[in-house]
């Protein structure tokens, strides 16, 4: 189980649009999210590595010499994803670009400085002089303002673990910013640290989050009303661990002037999300290795219920920030514990 005292958030690309109020409005985003066992999920620090190596590798957008068509969709969406540092404080993320093995040497030990709870292991890939390495790391740790109950939960008719609110102060926890009925609602779980929010959200579509990232953004950053004594919750537990291969992109050659004989050769990103009764961790971080010629892959009573048994969505962002850091659709009980107490 984590240790919820930290909780922690590698990302090092990363990309989504909410729009609070007294915020300019940007277009909505395209999310570039991985599904993974039937559910799906999206981290931020990509987008950063991929500005980082567009600005100051590159110092222009991305521009492949390829016919291949998803390639060229795809650095199109990481070209004008708008999510940038702004949208993180700057006490949970490291950014890192630069030439050669000294650069990769400089990522593993000035990362590991900042944050000395990583859990991911330190980049170990060889570099030439002339190959270049965009690095994007990301830390979060949220805390809820009173720890729930833990208690098992019903999940798509599975009986799986979870937590609840049984008492008033767990109770208090728990902010409602709409409700339609028991399958329709959005929820907000108060935080120690007031400048992260942490949704949970179900009744939306499930194939991606645009719908419920824009409703979202609709509500801002108020103040909304506290769940009813008589009011449930209870969510089920859920533990996440994926790294994604970004192979669409790999041995495509630049068109960028000066760099025409250069490739992607590996762009992967690992994502580690847990939640519980305590609060949640998650971590992101992204790496894009590129140089000249071949390349190698990756490895590979009335009262409402605010009851997540079925698909619900998990949104975390910044507060005031048009933008979510983490998201994840949870469709199955892939990332759920199965029993419990």
């Keep these: 189980m984590p240790n919820f005292r930290m909780i922690h958030i590698y990302m090092s690309m990363l990309s989504i649009l909410v729009i609070a109020p007294?915020?300019?409005?940007?277009?909505?985003?395209?999310?570039?999210?991985?599904?993974?066992?039937?559910?799906?999920?999206w981290g931020g620090a990509m987008n950063l590595a991929w500005h980082e190596m567009t600005e100051n590798i590159l110092h222009e957008k991305l521009q492949l010499n390829t016919s291949n068509q998803a390639a060229l969709e795809m650095a199109a969406k990481f070209n004008?994803?708008?999510?940038?540092?702004?949208?993180?404080?700057?006490?949970?993320?490291?950014?890192?670009?630069?030439?050669?093995?000294?650069?990769?040497?400089?990522?593993?030990?000035?990362?590991?400085?900042?944050?000395?709870?990583?859990?991911?292991?330190?980049?170990?890939?060889?570099?030439?002089?002339?190959?270049?390495i965009a690095y994007a790391y990301f830390l979060k740790q949220v805390e809820y303002l009173n720890q729930f109950k833990e208690k098992r939960v019903n999940?798509?008719?599975?009986?799986?673990?979870?937590?609840?609110?049984?008492?008033?102060?767990?109770?208090?926890?728990?902010?409602?910013?709409?409700?339609?009925?028991?399958?329709?609602?959005?929820?907000?779980?108060?935080?120690?640290?007031?400048a992260d929010r942490l949704l949970l959200a179900k009744g939306f579509d499930m194939h991606g989050p645009g719908a419920v990232v824009s409703r979202i953004a609709k509500y801002g950053s108020g103040n909304f009303p506290d769940m009813d004594r008589v009011d449930r919750f209870e969510m089920p537990k859920l533990h996440l661990k994926h790294q994604r291969n970004y192979g669409e992109l790999i041995n495509k050659f630049?068109?960028?002037?000066?760099?025409?004989?250069?490739?992607?050769?590996?762009?992967?990103?690992?994502?580690?999300?847990?939640?519980?009764?305590?609060?949640?961790?998650?971590?992101?971080e992204a790496v894009i290795r590129g140089g000249r010629g071949g390349a190698r892959r990756p490895a590979p009573v009335q009262f409402r219920s605010f009851i997540l048994d079925k698909p619900f969505w998990v949104v975390m962002k910044r507060k005031g920030s048009q933008y979510p850091y983490f998201l994840l659709g949870v469709e199955n009980t892939a990332f759920m514990e199965k029993g419990g107490k």
């Design 22 to 41: 007294g915020l300019s409005q940007a277009a909505p985003m395209e999310y570039q999210g991985s599904r993974v066992e039937g559910n799906y999920v």
């Design 80 to 132: 004008r994803a708008p999510f940038t540092k702004k949208d993180l404080d700057q006490n949970s993320y490291y950014v890192k670009s630069g030439l050669g093995q000294k650069t990769l040497d400089i990522i593993n030990n000035e990362s590991r400085l900042k944050f000395p709870g990583k859990s991911f292991a330190d980049l170990n890939m060889p570099l030439e002089p002339a190959d270049f």
């Design 155 to 194: 999940f798509r008719e599975e009986i799986v673990q979870g937590f609840g609110a049984s008492t008033v102060d767990q109770k208090k926890n728990v902010e409602v910013l709409e409700y339609k009925d028991d399958d329709h609602f959005i929820i907000g779980l108060k935080l120690k640290n007031q």
């Design 254 to 284: 630049f068109k960028n002037k000066g760099w025409e004989q250069f490739i992607i050769k590996e762009m992967f990103e690992n994502i580690k999300f847990d939640m519980d009764q305590k609060g949640a961790r998650v971590e992101n």
